[in-house]
């Protein structure tokens, strides 16, 4: 069964720390993976997309990687600020199914003053 | 720049009354259209898809359904809401290649009580 599944479910940091979010998936034939961020009570927004080789990706504070062998990726946020505080969402393509998405539960991340 | 807007941002209706949420879309033409639900805790789940007007693909069998009257017009509708109907409802465009770079609206918190 296709599944992405994310760790942890929430986190808590100070602003300017650095922080890592972690997503298993076991969707197959893969297609890409994407992270996504939400501000609570809006739509979710790109961060980034990377395909099968692709291993690492930014986007400002923001760098993905992509283990496409142990179907692991993580998101690392440098630098946090307090608009970093959202939901982050770890999105897998599937080759088969019309390129349908494969949704995680998320990351719940929230930063302290 | 294109635009997505959905009302209300916020709806609470009792189990067993008619649903109608509204998507519009502004600055494009030709989009493919998505609905998505996001229940507390979990991924968000594609409801129903659409290529063009009239053209509509149902991704979970359910008591609700979708029209797209209009290239920019895109409708969420029941006729009798369940407890299980509660969520948050995302509306979503992208163009050409489905699920490619879908953009969100900011959706709608619906409760069923």
């Known amino acids: 069964k296709n599944q992405v599944e994310q760790s942890p479910q929430s986190l808590i940091i100070l602003e300017g720390k650095n922080c890592t979010l972690q997503?298993?998936?076991?969707?197959?034939?893969?297609?890409?993976l994407r992270w996504y961020k939400q501000d609570t009570g809006r739509g979710p927004v790109s961060l980034t997309i990377?395909?099968?080789s692709e291993n690492t990706k930014s986007n400002g504070r923001y760098t993905a990687t992509l283990d496409a062998d142990t179907k692991q990726s993580s998101l690392h946020i440098t630098a946090s600020q307090l608009s970093d505080s959202a939901s982050y969402i770890c999105v897998v393509s599937a080759r088969d199914s019309n390129y349908q998405l494969i949704w995680g539960a998320g990351t719940k991340l929230i930063i302290k003053p | 720049s294109q635009t997505i807007h959905q009302w209300p941002a916020t709806l609470v209706q009792p189990v067993g009354s008619p649903l109608s949420l509204e998507c519009t879309v502004e600055g494009t033409s030709n989009p493919n259209l998505y609905w998505y639900r996001q229940a507390a805790g979990r991924g968000l789940q594609l409801l129903f898809y659409s290529v063009g007007i009239g053209q509509i693909s149902s991704e979970v069998p359910q008591n609700l359904s979708a029209s797209r009257p209009q290239d920019r017009q895109f409708i969420l509708s029941s006729k009798k809401l369940l407890l299980s109907d509660s969520g948050f409802y995302l509306c979503a465009l992208d163009h050409g290649q489905p699920y490619e770079k879908l953009f969100f609206g900011s959706g709608t918190q619906l409760s069923v009580l």
């Open positions: 997503c298993n998936y076991t969707v197959s034939p893969f297609s890409n």
């Open positions: 990377m395909t099968f």
